[in-house]
């Protein structure tokens, strides 16, 4: 995971130019579809596709950058069937991000972020015997997570971006599209 997430910072960091500048008072909603989600299933990890929204806003300078905060909700399903029975596992994510937007990195129109998402993770899981019997099992309990993300937004007008991120929450990899106003 470190290794990841060191990798796509020393590609965004890798590029030229002028800075897309993140700074106190900025705001983005961001969009994202994400593959490969961490959650737990009774097997391991989910394979799911996950769907992601996030409002964010630029609060207070930090060296050379600027700390944000975030909303953010997710979404991600798996199913698995086997004989004679399938189990479904929904997962709704909801929490709060902060994030440390690095403003002196030299890329135009890139904006660079790192932080962390606390999150209460709500689990909706239901098993379906042969019988058409259908029954949630508490075992797979709803729960809170804080995962780390990295991630860049690429400008390709003052105001919409295309952005991917690493790290976990509905998905270990997310792409989207994010949209600045009040810049």
Not at 131 to 146: E, F, L, R
Request: aromatic fraction near 16%; glycine fraction near 16%.
């Amino acid at each position: 995971m470190k290794s990841t997430l060191a990798a796509m910072l020393l590609c965004l960091f890798g590029m030229a130019a002028y800075g897309q500048e993140f700074k106190v008072g900025t705001q983005v909603i961001s969009a994202d579809v994400g593959l490969g989600s961490g959650l737990d299933t009774y097997s391991g990890s989910s394979g799911g596709i996950g769907i992601s929204a996030n409002y964010e806003r630029g609060f207070w300078e930090a060296g050379p950058g600027t700390v944000s905060l975030a909303g953010y909700l997710g979404r991600v399903s798996y199913s698995y069937s086997g004989p004679g029975y399938d189990q479904k596992w929904n997962y709704t994510i909801v929490g709060i991000r902060g994030a440390w937007h690095y403003t002196e990195l030299d890329v135009e129109n890139l904006d660079v972020y790192a932080g962390v998402l606390a999150s209460y993770n709500i689990l909706d899981y239901k098993y379906t015997d042969g019988t058409g019997g259908i029954y949630g099992v508490d075992s797979y309990g709803s729960y809170p997570g804080v995962t780390p993300f990295a991630g860049g937004r690429y400008y390709f007008t003052k105001n919409f971006a295309a952005n991917a991120e690493v790290g976990y929450g509905v998905a270990i990899l997310q792409l989207g599209v994010s949209y600045k106003f009040n810049d």
